[in-house]
């Protein structure tokens, strides 16, 4: 049966979403997750839609990607193809014949974490390894130890577009250590507030701490797939000013709790390799590493004119 290959539209969103969330289970290999298509969508539903990719088998959705930059393609695979070698095929030909239509530049890079066929094929085809990712797991069938967000002198909430100023300026903070100016904070705000308020907005949990002086330290948004289901956590910051107290634990395991009071089974991220830091604090918050990932790069072929 021909496996055909499409861009949805932004009608189509959630429910693209929904298939996603169908195909998250324990224990969760680190794939494409709705929460990413969420924390995406600051770009909007028009480009949202845009940069996403569905290849389907008989009118059934088997992978869907998601373009993250002029370079990345993020896949995921309905469970029961991530073996199929004649489904990995295709997609390997689209990427490769269709490539000016998903990467812009010479560079490519595809996450096809648990897509078992799908790299065998890629990788026959000369794609090389790129950067090491390690998928984290907290598991949330049990009660959480909440002992270390309980200690912290910190004032949890879970907001909304309201809070977009706050919420903002420690992600900034955090993940950018820059001057957050009038421009950029304006900018910042509309993006968030985009996601807050956009298609997959009813997935998404936003939570701040504050210290005791009321300034908010630290921040994270975890995302649903759905009863039973696991829960990512995209993304987690503590503002530069507040490093070294035990805000990043306190966060995760909120938002942890939050996931699990609306029937995650676990909480799951992927974390770099070259960022030790962040793998150390999942670990401290109790999140179990799973086995290293890489994703997959195209090998360059450019004419060689030295």
Known sequence: MNVTYSTPTPQQLTAVAERLSQWQADPWEGHLHPGDLGWHSSVGAEQMAADLRVWEQGGEPVAIGMLDGSEVLRMSLAPGVAQDHAVAERIAADLTQRATDLFVGDDAVVEARGATALRKVLESAGWIDDEPWTPMTLD?????????????????????????ADWTSVHWSSFRGTPFDEESRSR????????????FADRAHSLIAYDLSGAPVAVTTVWTAGLGRPGLVEPMGVHREHHGKGYAVAITLAG???????????????????????????????????EEVTDLKRPDQRPDIG
Request: glycine share 6%; proline share 7%.
């Open 188 to 199: 910042f705000v509309a993006r968030w507030t985009e996601i807050m308020t956009g298609p």
């Open 256 to 290: 942890a709790r939050a996931l699990q009071q609306h029937g995650a089974t676990s909480a799951v991220v992927v974390a770099e390799n070259s960022n030790p830091a962040a793998l150390a604090t999942y670990r401290s918050a109790g999140f179990a590493s799973r």
């Open 140 to 164: 949330l069938t049990s009660p959480l130890d909440l002992a270390r967000l309980q200690q912290a002198p910190l004032r949890v909430e879970e907001v909304g577009p309201w809070a977009a």
